[in-house]
Each structure stands twice: as structure tokens, then as C-alpha cells.
């Protein structure tokens, strides 16, 4: 009566299934969590970096 206690979903990052009560989800692992993070914070400064000058006069 122990089957399927576990669901289990695709990782967004790399598409490994892995057991749905984990922390990392909707992730498999911290790791593709953060690589996710990275990606999506990449883009968007990959956007505003042409515009953004950090160094102004303070
Ligand atoms: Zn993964």
C-alpha cells in the first residue's frame, strides 16, 4: 500500500524527474534551481545593460 506515495515531475532546467516533496521544486537540485535564477537574471541584464550606468556620480 506504499505505491506511488511519491509523484514525480520534470525538472525545468534540465528535464530529470525527481520526487515532487523535494525543496528544490520544481527543480531536481539547488543547482538547477540557480542555474534557472542565473538565466533568467542574465537575460534581463543582458537587456538593461546598455542603458544602466552604475557608475555615475555618486
Ligand atoms: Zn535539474
Known sequence: MTISKFKK???LTCN???D???KTKP???K???NVD???WLGERYA???NEIDY???I
Open 20 to 22: 515532487i516533496t523535494l
Open 16 to 18: 530529470k524527474e525527481f
Open 37 to 39: 535564477l542565473n538565466n
Open 55 to 57: 557608475d555615475k556620480d
Open 9 to 11: 515531475v520534470k525538472c
Open 31 to 33: 543547482r538547477c534551481s
Open 47 to 49: 537587456i538593461q545593460a
Open 27 to 29: 527543480f531536481c537540485s
